[in-house]
């Protein structure tokens, strides 16, 4: 049995849409077929006994059309079909993160009266960014890490990170500088 339009829509966006569509029968439903977005009910336009026999109505064939078949085995196909894994991931989180980086390690925030703010917490920021690139790529050297952040006009700021080493003598770390 051939699905129609409506129940093609419906199977693509509950399996591989947006939030908060993606996995809610109930949403997914109200904007395929009856093209509402989720707007709160409005008593001037219908009445509560209206309202809630529409409800109603709607639930059960929310239930009718979910459990089909048809449509259970159209949504486990558009979901088996959607893969996201580490592979395709890890392009959009390195962008992601080198966006974050750049954007951290340049930008002056200043308060609602124009006052310029310490612009640590962002290169914080900047360096947890750039921390998370080395860990997905496992760039990481032995002892010392440097990281280089260079604001617009040339100064910057040098970050000298000590990895420590355990001391198993006598229990506690030695930080080797």
Known sequence: ???????????????????????????????????????????????????????VEVAIAVRQLITRDDIRDRIDQLRSETLVDATTLRPRLTETLLKI??????????????????????????VNAISKLTDMYGIKEDIAHKVMLEGADGDGITFNLIVPEANKDNGIDKVIE
């Open 101 to 126: 980086a750049d954007e951290c390690s340049t930008l002056m925030v200043v308060d609602r009266w124009g006052n310029t703010q310490s612009p640590a917490a962002l290169r914080s920021v900047a």
């Open 1 to 55: 049995m051939k699905l129609t339009d409506q129940e093609e829509k419906f199977c693509l966006v509950y399996a591989c849409g947006p939030s908060p569509y993606n996995g809610n029968a109930r949403k997914t439903f109200d904007l395929v077929f009856n093209g509402n977005t989720g707007a709160l009910f409005d008593p001037s336009k219908e009445g509560v006994e209206e309202h809630t026999k529409n409800e």
